[in-house]
């Protein structure tokens, strides 16, 4: 009896140890401080059962039996397994022996009810290319719908398509689309990436289904004002035009310069313009919106930072304010309307602008770890960059060693077209 009630023991030890170190993570990457501007390395989390043992440390062992229990079964002298289990270690409990003082329970991590029932079905995907774009498979489209309003410029909408089973994604991932057809010399056109605006788990929550958001590219003569259809865009204006049921060659999912970072705690800052807000899309409905096990473990603090001309060009606004309501305390949305709105010199208000006006906000962010993501037109980089570097030259900081650190801490994201 006595070896079955301890064995029991042991065992319990065994499941709680894998709470108690994601709790010691996530506690110890939370808090970390560094007062200097450069960003913080990564924490090196040291192996949990790296332990050397003293010849005191082994003859305390032996004591209690190397972790046998040698007290009467069911006194929980050992260790309480509802207690202990959750805020030590089993070693700490083994060499703790019947010197063992119970400490206040305070869990570092809540843990929701509905934990168990959270989306967790395809939390082991990889993102690795499910097919190449010389083989493309085919999705089929279930819907399409426009996002900006009539006076917005341009053309945008969000088109959802259902994939062949088994190809999945990850948030911060590309889906190469190949259009039907032939180019001016004759061969088939070349595939066009288009940034993901889903989660993982899409928008019918089965892993099924992937959305895009696609602008229509279109030429307008400077002289008469037409639209020259002769200079169109071929692919987005093909997937613009496309019906439920259409057949669409796709290929991938590609790329890893985007990716969510592993770490929960981590603050995410989010810079956008226009449909570069695709993939912020997928990162905000995975941590606010749906009832993923990533959004449970999610400790640090999102900011998005959307840039479009006019009001009725905002995209997916009313999801982010959505979502703002629910988590206000974990998610800041500011947009920078640059027709209506202006910079403290007159000027036209841009993403950039955001960025100078909340430059110590920044910089202390991106100082304790957090990654900073930009995506949309490459024209936007060159007015963020030359803000950055001013902002830290004001600051005594080197702006090309600091940039260099960001990069080399994988904090620095760029996806441009």
């Known amino acids: 009896m006595k070896l079955s009630v301890s064995l029991f023991l042991l065992a319990a030890a065994n499941v709680d140890l894998s709470t108690a170190f994601t ?27 790296a332990t050397s043992t003293s010849t005191t440390e082994q003859d305390r062992i032996k004591k209690v039996g190397g972790g046998i ?19 030590s270690s089993a ?20 843990v929701p009810e509905d934990l168990d029932e959270a989306q ?40 959802l398509l259902q994939l062949p089973e088994g190809m999945h994604y990850l948030e911060g991932q590309s889906l190469s689309v190949i259009p039907p057809g032939t180019d001016q010399a004759g061969k088939p056109h070349k595939p066009r990436l288009y940034s993901i605006a889903s989660t993982r788990y899409g928008e019918l929550l089965d892993g099924s289904t992937v959305s895009l958001c696609v602008r229509r590219a279109e030429y307008t003569d400077s002289e008469t004002g037409d639209v020259d259809p002769a200079k169109a865009g071929v692919c987005s204006n093909y997937l613009c035009d496309v019906t439920p049921g259409e057949q669409v060659l796709v290929a991938g999912p590609v790329g890893k310069s985007m990716l969510m ?14 449909t570069g807000i695709a993939p912020y899309r997928g990162f905000l409905r995975r941590l606010f919106a749906e009832n993923t096990v990533a959004r449970h473990m999610f400790t640090g603090h999102a900011w998005l930072i959307l840039g479009v001309p006019v009001t009725g060009g905002l995209l997916y606004a009313d999801e982010f304010n959505e979502m703002k309501e629910q988590h206000p305390e974990q998610l800041d949305v500011t947009y920078a309307i ?20 909340h430059a110590d906000t920044v910089l202390d962010r991106l100082d304790k770890g957090a990654h900073i993501y930009f995506c949309g037109l490459k024209g936007m980089m060159p007015g963020i960059l030359d803000a950055l570097e ?19 801490n994988n904090q620095w994201h760029v996806e441009v077209y």
């Open 23 to 49: 709790s010691r993570l996530v506690s110890t990457t939370h808090t970390q401080n560094n007062n200097s501007r450069r960003p913080q390395q990564q924490p090196k989390i040291p192996f949990l059962f």
């Open 69 to 87: 229990a040698l007290d009467p079964a069911g006194n929980n002298c050992l260790f309480d397994p509802s207690t202990d289990g959750k805020i």
């Open 91 to 110: 070693a700490e409990r083994i060499l703790s022996g019947f010197q063992y003082e119970f400490l206040p329970v305070e869990a570092p991590v809540h």
């Open 120 to 159: 967790h079905f395809l939390e082991h995907v990889t993102g690795e290319p499910f097919a190449k774009a010389t083989q493309p498979v085919q999705a089929t489209v279930l819907g399409r719908v426009p996002l900006i309003r009539d006076d917005a410029p341009g053309d945008i909408q969000h088109v």
């Open 261 to 274: 970072p592993q770490d929960p705690s981590r603050d995410l800052i989010l810079v956008a313009t226009g």
């Open 338 to 357: 640059s027709r209506e709105m202006m910079n403290r010199n007159g000027g036209k208000f841009y993403v950039q602008h955001v960025l100078m006006e």
């Open 390 to 408: 001013m902002v830290a030259t004001q600051r005594g900081i080197d702006w090309k060693d600091y940039l260099s650190t960001l990069k080399k």
